[in-house]
């Protein structure tokens, strides 16, 4: 019997074979940088989303050692238990002053990963009499998260507040939420938050964003997309990561503290798991002083300064370079066979780039996802740019 189940599952991955949509693992030997040892090279990498370049940031790495030998390496238990560590609460005070500019009342509570953070909010502000409305090009994790909350979920296109805007109209549900990533992880652009806050106040529904690419990178002192548009609003829950550009792990929720209250009573994802390394808390608070201060500040203005370069340095006539002023760069190629061909001539000549296909974006909008950090230098991306643009004229 056990044989059979496992000769239908290795059918199945042959299946993913046939349809070049079999991703594999690479296993790194060094810190996150602009190179990446992979394989026994030295890959110059345009692939991960530590958008400042904090990942292997020594005053960081330092505080984690700190950390570890103040609290400990584990936790020992969840935060409703005894694993709520005085690192994890100073962080969250932290946290919460940072963004109080954008938040009145402001609490912030720390999460594992950004995943599990938006389990939380949408399961704990969610249920069965309420209706969740979900755009179309929303993170796995919002979508997981969507499903979770036993709301009935309507998704609307992509951009569309005309349409969003008739769907709030006709709900009859008690409780409403509009779900959105803020800076779209597989495009760049940006959902249009300033016309859903005013959509969401006039309708009475929650408006949750997920700001994992913005957190640190938007907005003048790194705030992210709520500083950067300066939109303030009682019916926004924010989310932030803190492993892409905070460089080290985990995410954070920021609302009203009596919304932050609420997801400590209600949200399963924050209760039911072990409080994180205690250590990971402590390192947080030097990499948001970092993100907070003129060193953030100068990252921010490299970064901006890489991103212009690559608009205007990649100039395609076959593929689409998506129009994007993030450090989210995707270049569409369309087949799922000839993006993966791409990823891997740019790979053989030493740049790492993912190429993302279906069911992560639409079919015959498969793309080389690339991501710019404030750890490139102008050469890496104009080097990048020149080989992006000789194998679309190979
Ligand atoms: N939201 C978005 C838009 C993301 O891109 C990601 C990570 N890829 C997440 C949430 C999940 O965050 P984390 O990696 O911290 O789980």
Redesign the pocket.
């Known amino acids: 019997m056990s044989r059979d189940l496992i000769a239908g599952l290795e059918q199945q991955l042959r299946e993913l074979d046939a349809q070049a949509l079999r991703r594999k693992l690479r296993v790194t030997d060094s810190p996150c940088d602009a190179q990446i040892r992979v394989d026994g090279r030295d890959m110059l990498a345009f692939c991960s989303?530590d958008y400042l370049g904090l990942a292997a940031h020594p005053h960081i790495v330092e505080a984690l050692r700190e950390g570890a030998l103040r609290y400990g390496a584990g936790s020992g238990a969840s935060h409703l238990i005894s694993g709520h560590s005085r690192a994890h609460a100073v962080l969250e005070e932290r946290l919460a002053e940072f963004v109080s500019p954008q938040i009145d009342n402001a609490r912030a509570l720390y999460f594992c990963?950004?995943?599990?953070?938006?389990l939380a909010m949408l399961g704990a502000l969610g249920g069965t009499d309420a209706e969740l409305f979900s755009e179309s090009l929303n993170?796995a994790?919002?979508i997981d998260g969507a499903r979770l909350s036993r709301a009935k979920v309507q998704v609307y296109p992509h951009g569309d507040v005309a349409q969003l805007a008739a769907l709030l109209q006709a709900s009859k549900a008690e409780t409403k939420l509009v779900v959105t990533?803020s800076?779209f992880?597989m495009d760049g652009n940006l959902a249009p938050l300033n016309e859903l806050t005013a959509l969401c106040e006039q309708h009475g529904a929650w408006l949750i964003v997920?700001d994992?690419?913005g957190f640190g990178v938007l907005g003048e002192h790194g705030r992210g997309v709520l500083e950067h548009l300066q939109l303030k609003s009682p019916n926004i829950v924010y989310?932030g990561?803190?492993?892409?550009a905070a460089g080290v792990?985990?995410?954070f929720v920021a609302a009203h503290a009596s919304v932050i209250e609420w997801l400590v009573q209600r949200a399963r994802p924050y209760i039911y798991t072990t409080a994180s390394s205690p250590a990971v808390a402590h390192a947080l608070l030097t990499a948001i002083d970092i993100v907070a201060g003129d060193e953030g500040n100068a990252r921010r203005a490299k970064l901006r300064m890489l991103i212009e370069q690559f608009c205007k340095e990649t100039v395609l006539r076959n593929w689409q370079l998506l129009p994007s002023a993030t450090a989210i760069q995707p270049v569409v190629i369309g087949g799922n066979d000839e993006a993966l061909r791409a990823a891997a001539a740019l790979y053989d000549a030493g740049y790492w780039v993912p190429a993302i296909r279906p069911p992560t974006v639409p079919a015959g909008t498969a793309r080389l996802r690339v991501t710019l950090s404030a750890a490139h230098r102008k050469e890496d991306v104009s080097h990048l740019s020149a080989a992006i643009l000789s194998l679309e004229n190979a």
């Open positions: 989303n990963t950004g995943y599990m953070a938006n993170h994790s919002l990533d800076v992880s997920d994992a690419h989310m990561t803190l492993g892409k792990a985990g995410a």
